[in-house]
């Protein structure tokens, strides 16, 4: 319905253009009205097209109709010299319409310049939780309770209206991910919410921040696939993306930020997507370990602080999930079963730890039942060392 508006529109446009052009030789800003003509000429409206289109068509006509009632005026004024007659009012008519013509003609020129390719393969940098489901089970282990904080504070009737921004703060290994991706999936804001982005940053702690990826990466998943040529500028980018997502009730989650890298590409993102001046219930989340950032990016008065897991039982259950996920012993195992209670006290509350000692500790009880004495007692104070192994690794991820 809005492509076969846009096109009556356009051809509107057109029509009139080449007619009042026969009429009015000196059409005020005549080749502002050329140059947008061409570009709509070259461009093919689709479902796809972003629905601003229809605003920036109608502008046009508009602007059309009124520089052939200027042109009509400037006949019946015999005046000369630079200003050509021209009033105080229509030059401030003028120029609000040259405005309005460079603004269009910017933005059909840049809807032209997205041309739409198979998906890259190589793209690595986001992955999206519905494509993990199978393999999340052990994170959703006692987290009931944070997950309707969650859904609370992106809950409207429940908070302010409007856009929503929530930072999911806590130290590393607490589930700041995977509660996270608990919201993300959850049927609540699968049916709230769509599109639904996932975005994770976590490798960029190995470099660069490449805010030119990220955008691209958003793109593909808001627009079922589809990614773009390598000489569209971030620009672009960030206009299309902002065009895809207006109007629609989105959700769309920052895994991972450390830093906001001087601020600059966060500020890019906000602006272009115009989260200061949304009045729909579109949420952001994010999750980071470090409070001065999610102060920054989204208010003091919207972070949730991470909780450990206190449920004893459901730290065992994400540790026994693990334990099925190496297939190397039984969550039975009789040893296993004796170190329950110090498994427990060691992975104080914080998921990550319940999810690495398995690792180690399957493959030495493995060791302690099947191999030599030796082995054994390798096997055994590899076990010990596995409890301080798991420590350093909360602290590094």
């Known amino acids: 319905m809005a492509a076969d508006i846009a096109r009556f529109l356009r051809d509107k446009f057109i029509n009139n253009f080449e007619v009042e052009e026969k009429e009015h030789p000196e059409l005020p ?15 093919t409206i689709t479902p796809s097209t972003p629905i601003q289109i229809n605003n920036w068509l109608n502008n046009l006509n508009t602007a059309l109709t009124d520089c052939c009632i200027l042109s009509e005026e400037l006949k019946t004024q015999t005046k000369k010299g630079p200003l050509q007659g021209y009033s105080l009012s229509q030059l401030w008519l003028l120029r609000t319409t040259k405005n309005l013509l460079h603004k269009i003609r910017k933005n059909l020129h840049l809807l032209t310049r997205i041309k739409l390719v198979k998906p890259s393969s ?17 994170r959703l282990h006692g987290f009931d309770d ?22 999911i703060v806590g130290m590393g290994g607490s589930g700041k991910t995977a509660l996270a991706r608990m919201v993300f999936l959850n049927w ?12 994770s940053l976590a490798e960029t702690l190995k470099g660069d921040l490449d805010f030119e990826q990220i955008v691209m990466e958003m793109l593909m998943q ?36 450390w830093h906001i890298n001087r601020d600059w590409w966060y500020l890019k993102l906000k602006e272009a997507l115009q989260w200061d001046f949304k009045g729909d219930e579109s949420a952001l989340i994010i999750t980071t370990r470090v409070s001065k950032v999610a102060e920054r990016m989204v208010g003091k008065n919207n972070l949730y602080q991470m909780q450990p897991i206190m449920d004893r039982e459901s730290c065992w259950s ?16 009789p ?25 180690i500790i399957s493959k030495h009880i493995y060791q302690i039942q099947f191999f030599s004495p030796e082995l054994r007692d390798l096997a055994a104070r590899r076990i010990q060392e596995a409890w301080r192994y798991s420590k350093k690794v909360l602290m590094i991820t």
């Not at 992106?154 to 302010?160: A, F, V």
């Not at 060691?346 to 690792?359: M, Y």
């Open 335 to 359: 040893i296993l079963l004796k170190m329950k209670d110090d498994i427990v006290d060691q992975c104080d509350g914080l998921p990550l730890a319940a999810k690495t000692l398995p690792k």
């Open 122 to 138: 190589s793209s690595t940098l986001a992955v999206t939780p519905t494509q993990e489901k199978a393999s999340i089970s052990y």
């Open 318 to 333: 994400i540790f026994t999930d693990a334990v099925k996920e190496e297939k190397l012993i039984s969550i039975r195992n």
């Open 29 to 43: 800003l005549h080749s502002y009205f050329t140059d947008i003509k061409n570009i709509l000429e070259d461009y």
């Open 146 to 167: 944070q997950l309707k904080h969650i859904e609370a504070m992106l809950n409207p009737c429940e908070s302010s209206p409007g856009f929503k921004k929530v930072a």
């Open 188 to 199: 609540q804001a699968q049916d709230s919410f769509s599109p639904t982005i996932w975005i």
């Open 222 to 257: 808001c627009s079922t696939g589809e990614t773009f040529e390598k000489d569209v500028s971030l620009e672009e980018l960030l206009f299309i993306l902002g065009s895809r997502l207006e109007g629609k009730k989105y959700l769309i989650v920052l895994d991972g930020i």
